[in-house]
């Protein structure tokens, strides 16, 4: 059984500074992890993803990877009021038939505080 | 842009219909995929497909069936829907790297 655990929050954090999002996961064959960004009544969208071991960044978002350790975690540096929202992991398991869908954590509702 | 979308945003069903959601993807994906989220449980899996009438069962596959008679084309059927299907249901086209999702439908079964 494939598992995704993330703090539900609300995990508030001021305008301008670093904010931290963890997720941990179950199945040691999981080989990507995603980070979707969700605003109350939309769907998700994707932030990033990382497959390797190590740090990932795009813009103000930086993933970093640890699979010895099973942790995904998310870092949000000049957090903006935009960011407020939550913030989901998921993971994937490749397998030879096809792209297996993912499995979500359940979110971690951030608020980033003016 | 990818292109992804939903036939209804908000669809009100009664118990022991049967339900027709419908995905339609503008971007040749071979994957498609279905979702629903409830509060307190994130969003599970309950179909994909790989491939015209190629189907795989998700985490929760039960009390629902799929088809996907075109590639673009990708339906999740509630056969007889129950209060318990109430949800928001997501559809999501994409690979091993990237997936991304439709706008949903907000399905009541009353």
């Known amino acids: 059984q494939k598992e995704v655990e993330q703090n539900s929050g609300p995990l508030s954090v001021p305008e301008g500074a670093i904010a931290s999002l963890n997720c941990t996961y179950s199945d040691r064959g999981s080989q990507s992890f995603f980070w979707y960004r969700q605003y109350s009544g939309k769907s998700p969208e994707l932030i990033m993803f990382?497959?390797?071991?190590g740090d990932k960044e795009d813009g103000r978002f930086t993933a970093q990877l640890n699979k010895a350790s099973q942790y995904v975690s998310l870092l949000i540096r000049d957090s903006q009021p935009s960011d407020s929202a939550t913030y989901l992991c998921?993971?994937?398991?490749?397998?030879?038939?096809?792209?297996?869908?993912?499995?979500f954590g359940k979110g971690t509702h951030l608020i980033i505080q003016p | 842009d990818v292109k992804v979308t939903q036939s209804s945003r908000y669809l009100v069903k009664r118990t022991g219909e049967k339900v027709f959601l419908e995905c339609v993807q503008d971007m040749d994906h071979e994957n498609m995929f279905w979702y629903r989220q409830d509060p307190g449980l994130g969003l599970r899996l309950i179909y994909f497909s790989y491939d015209v009438k190629m189907k795989e069962k998700g985490d929760i596959p039960e009390g629902y069936s799929v088809s996907r008679e075109k590639k673009e084309r990708f339906s999740l059927i509630l056969e007889s829907a129950s209060t318990n299907q109430t949800s928001m249901y997501l559809c999501?086209?994409?690979?091993?790297?990237?997936?991304?999702f439709g706008p949903g439908t907000r399905l009541t079964v009353t």
């Open positions: 990382i497959y390797s071991n």
């Open positions: 999501a086209i994409g690979g091993g790297y990237e997936q991304y």
């Open positions: 998921a993971v994937n398991v490749y397998s030879g038939g096809g792209a297996d869908g993912l499995t």
